[in-house]
């Protein structure tokens, strides 16, 4: 069954350092791959998505993610963190081929420390 | 355009009782889906629809029922409500390549 591991549950990080949140997810074919954000009280949003082809991908807000098949890893990464990205994130990958049901990982909640 | 829109935002229910959570989205989105989140569990799919008439279950359907009569409509109804189903639900939809756009979710208490 496809799954998705978050290994960090909480993760602080200074205003201004690089961060990385680790996914990793299991899937036997080639997967959708999914990275949203959730601030306290609200809906998700998209940060960015893996279908194929580069596997650096770009998305909002200056993250981006890359997909690494040999270690079945998409992990999330943002340069230099900004207060306002304190937030709760997860992983999620599609669990069929068409990516219509997606299988979430627990999440990591970011904090941020001036 | 609105987007995904869920009503209500906040329920109290008594166990056994029944309701509807309601789910709209404008965008001609052919996929919908459900999601319940609780503290730790990040979020789990309940159903999902990938058109007009044809739903599936996810990983917790059971105690849910789900119809997809319209492209724009995909209510969620608990026919008899447990403690167990409090929690805060999401209903998503999406388009082929793009990932799931979130309501802003239905908090849900049964006492």
């Known amino acids: 069954a496809q799954s998705v591991t978050q290994p960090d549950i909480h993760i602080t990080v200074s205003e201004g350092a690089s961060l990385e949140l680790r996914c990793n997810y299991s899937?036997?074919?080639?997967?959708?791959l999914f990275w949203y954000v959730q601030s306290p009280g609200q809906g998700l949003q998209l940060l960015l998505k893996y279908f194929s082809g580069d596997t650096l991908v770009q998305g909002i807000k200056g993250f981006e993610a890359e997909f690494k098949r040999s270690q079945s890893s998409f992990n999330l990464r943002k340069p230099s963190v900004h207060w306002s990205d304190a937030a709760e994130y997860f992983c999620a990958v599609g669990a069929n081929q068409a990516g219509t049901a997606l299988i979430f990982g627990k999440g990591t909640t970011l904090s941020v420390s001036s | 355009n609105a987007g995904v829109t869920q009503t209500p935002k906040f329920q109290v229910l008594k166990t056994g009782q029944s309701m509807t959570l309601q789910c709209a989205q404008d965008m001609n989105h052919e996929y919908m889906s459900w999601y319940r989140q609780d503290p730790g569990m990040g979020l789990r799919l309940i159903h999902y629809s990938v058109g007009a008439g044809i739903t599936d279950q996810g990983e917790v359907p059971n105690g849910y029922n789900v119809s997809r009569s319209t492209t724009e409509d995909f209510p969620l109804r608990l026919l008899s409500a447990a403690p167990s189903q409090t929690s805060v639900y999401f209903c998503a939809s999406k388009a082929d390549n793009y990932g799931y756009t979130f309501g802003s979710g239905t908090r849900l208490t049964v006492v």
């Open positions: 899937y036997g074919a080639t997967p959708y």
